[in-house]
């Protein structure tokens, strides 16, 4: 969750004109492409639910309006349930506060999250201050580290070390992106296993992948989106799941964890050839790519399960803000095809602060042997 | 490399009577099923090519004969280009022996390999036998270590720990299986992650699965399977890959490799409903299950390339020695639709050691800063 913000040039189309049933991720149609103002640009680096996935071959964010029926025949009129992952979200916080107060009283001990930030973006700012929210309204202590800028990687190093050493700490977050003067790498591989509530260590994420051995930590937002899956008693073992986008923190864990859970997956990514193609075999879809409207309704099978991870502002004059916010699946669309879906916003969004704190619970009850 | 042998019941079938249209991965036709000769299952001890997948959750081995064809309607009759593997790795060993040699001229150091054995399992000794035999044959020093069936844990790790520290030694396996008093676990742990050239640690399998990282070893038999494919030059991007079979050692690594050339891919495994069909939509299939002629003719798409890594042992009255090699693809039917396919023996078998040697190499000069 620390990794949610890359800038990415945005492009405007209008989907109910290009043909939904030849669409291929890189090559939408450009005929209606405008440059996105700069306001929007502008919402882009401060708004908190933003949420574009980094590390993705993906050129450019295009943003496209799926209006209701034009462009796909949609013959089940017959609405999907809605996940509703504030709800879930709210149960689990619940759930961690009950735990953590039976802890507290029991044996003493009072999880803490510790979140580094370098710089001053206001976006990394105010992810930030969630978090520290999130905590506060179920008891984790939170400690934050605020440097500027122009701070060194030592001194990031240096304050890693002291958390890592640090009894009362049970999870560290470094809040990403980093200045372009360190690495990133190396910061987030100081942060010891034992404590990276994140679950982005290569050695979390290969046991993660390696049947037998079990990771310390599942990355949040992977996990939400599984955990979605298990509240609505949604079967997985045997089905036929595909993954869109194949970033480290989304995409790739969500793959593997569906894998353990014995789901047959496929991950389609911006190399793929006929992702919608492949994307209809699937009884479940998890998509992950930051492309608003992406995942059309000809793209789903009747019945199945969409967990939507994109969150992604598109232009709206209705709206008082000016924009409002969709997902990669076009909701108006798939939801007449699904049997579930989640909605943008509202489903996996906020499943991800809720798995952190669920995260930073399971640590300080396995360092303190409490179960 | 090292993990290859595991007992398993085995169960003989006669697929030319089976439907191979309908053909499900755990529900072959059981009606002609017979014990297994003890012959053969003695085989399955001794030979030094036998090669089972553990951790693979089908819970029995199936021979199967495919006879020509009976059962597969096959339209092509060109046959497929004969993906030669024991060309490749004489070519590789080549390749790895002038580097060695240049390295020793250069800077005067000789890769080295250690070889940890404990018991005394039949196949086991002569895995590591041709390990060693490998290593002489290129110029790289074989150290061996060899413990009584008795021996404890802490004797294991202390000769590990030993190795990590011998400055001549570049890289240490631990034959599988170990004895049962001993914690594999522990004990593959132990090898530091520099020396692994089995890359069988979670660490270099999480780097493995993550953009944007490198794995500093990869596993010889996966990597062995991908090296065939770029030596014929079989394009791997934007291809529909399927792998069938999730072992750590080999389906689950040779799936991250795919999808790390930007194939499009998708694991089954044996919860998979409709194996067939899937498979059937691959450009690219790498089968790594330990079942005899699973993969039928018709499972594959006319022109797919086929990589086979299963090689099981089927009584054959015609053959001096009372069995024979099969693949799991059919080779029969299959070679008749594919563009290339590995023969069995002769395609991935002698690449796995090829890769050791060369991951060897790898390790020597990485740890020297050689290039």
Chains 1, 2 share one sequence.
């Not at 405008?34 to 640009?41: E, G, R, V």
């Not at 050493?165 to 591989?189: F, K, R, T, W, Y």
């Not at 969150?311 to 000016?322: H, K, L, M, T, Y």
Request: proline letters at 6%; charged letters at 20%; glycine letters at 6%.
């Amino acid at each position: 969750m620390a990794l949610m913000e890359t800038a990415a040039t945005m492009i405007f189309t209008d989907c109910s004109s290009s043909s939904s049933s030849t669409a291929r991720l890189l090559h939408f149609s450009s005929s209606k492409v405008q440059k996105f103002p700069s306001t929007i640009s502008h919402f882009r680096r401060s708004n908190a639910l933003q949420f574009a996935i980094p590390n993705t071959k993906f050129p450019r964010t295009i943003i496209t309006y799926c209006s209701s029926s034009s462009a796909v025949q949609v013959t089940n009129e017959a609405s999907a349930t809605i996940i509703d992952g504030k709800r879930v979200a709210k149960d689990i916080r619940e759930e961690v506060a009950v735990e953590i107060s039976r802890m507290k009283d029991k044996i003493g001990i009072v999880p803490g999250l510790a979140v580094i930030l370098v710089g001053d973006r206001k976006d990394s700012a105010t992810y930030v201050r969630n978090k520290k929210k999130a905590c506060d309204s179920v008891g984790i202590n939170s400690y934050e580290v605020r440097l500027p800028e122009d701070s060194t990687e030592e001194e990031v190093l240096n304050h890693i070390s002291n958390f890592n050493d640090d009894p009362s700490v049970h999870g560290i977050l470094v809040q990403l992106p980093l200045p372009s003067q360190m690495n990133e790498q190396n910061i987030l591989n100081a942060v010891c296993i034992e404590k990276d509530v994140d679950g982005f260590h290569p050695l979390n994420i290969g046991r993660l992948a390696m049947r037998g051995r079990e990771p310390s930590f599942v990355p949040c937002t992977p996990k939400g989106c599984i955990e979605l899956l298990h509240r609505y008693d949604i079967p997985i073992k045997g089905k036929r799941a595909v993954v869109i986008g194949r970033s480290n923190i989304v995409g790739m864990p969500a793959a593997l964890l569906l894998q353990r859970e014995d789901a047959t997956v496929s991950i389609v990514h911006s190399r793929t050839r006929n992702p919608e193609e492949i994307t209809r075999q699937a009884d479940i879809i998890i998509s992950a790519v930051g492309q608003p409207n992406m995942v059309r309704g000809s793209w789903v099978k009747p019945g199945a399960v969409l967990i939507d991870v994109g969150i992604n502002p598109v232009e709206d004059a209705e709206s008082p803000r000016g924009y409002r916010l969709v997902g990669d699946i076009c909701y108006e669309e798939a939801s007449k095809v699904a049997s579930a879906i989640t909605p943008v916003p509202g489903g996996v969004g906020p499943m991800t602060i809720a798995m952190l704190l669920s995260n930073t619970l399971l640590s300080a009850k396995r360092i303190h042997n409490f179960s």
